[in-house]
């Protein structure tokens, strides 16, 4: 049993965004992702896909989208939710939607920590933690609205702390169990610089953390974010197109 980890999956099965404008790692990459993921992913497996998942705007919309994900290998989807994701409104509508279409191994993770175990391999068992995130306030490009986003997020991203803390009073079997950090925007820029972000993630002792949303753009690849290890931390993009519509599975 095993988990792996993805992002941006940008669904959508009208057709009418088609993905292989950006490049031709996008070419006809559902199909693509569905061939690798059936190669590496066993029913007994865990997914974790941060966000982007589909381009549908209503909830109804995106029912084909997640019904291609539930049908696929894994019997655990937890899903984050994307900038793209306009589709997913309340957590509640969302549960709903995946109760009455019957999409029994997708559930959502939002101000909550996820208790990941692994019945072969005990000390594969890990804690998970995040939240969407959002364009830094330090960014160029950042305004007003952006800091106030990224500042829901942030506590967002407490919430899901605290419920650790909560879990582990309530399962003492979990109190050494190490947490993984999953969010769709990277914590962190390109020049690796400080964040209110990656201070809570040192300061709480996570040591992995994933991350999406940052694609590849021609000829420039991993230089537009970071990547590898600071302080301690681990930093991976797990977006489609950067692990080349690969699953990656995930270390603890």
Known sequence: MSTWILADTHLDHTGAKPMSIFGPIWNNHPEVLAEHWQKLIKPEDNVIIAGDISWAMQAE???????????????????????????????????KLFQGNSLDTLEIMQNEAKLIRNPEEPDED????GSRGWKLPTDNDADAKDKKVYEREKNRFLLSLQDVELLKKREAETRDLPVVAVFHYPPLNKFANDSELTAIIESTGISKVYYGHVHKQHGLDNILCFEGEKNGVSYKNIALDFIECVPVKLEV
Do not use: E, M, Y
Not at 73 to 85: M, Q, T
Not at 126 to 129: K, N, P, R
């Open 61 to 95: 919309d995106a029912v084909p989208d997640l019904t291609f994900l539930n049908q696929l290998p894994g019997c655990r989807k937890i899903l984050l939710k994307g900038n793209h994701d306009f589709w997913w409104s309340t957590k509640s509508k969302v549960n």
């Open 126 to 129: 890990f804690i998970l933690v």
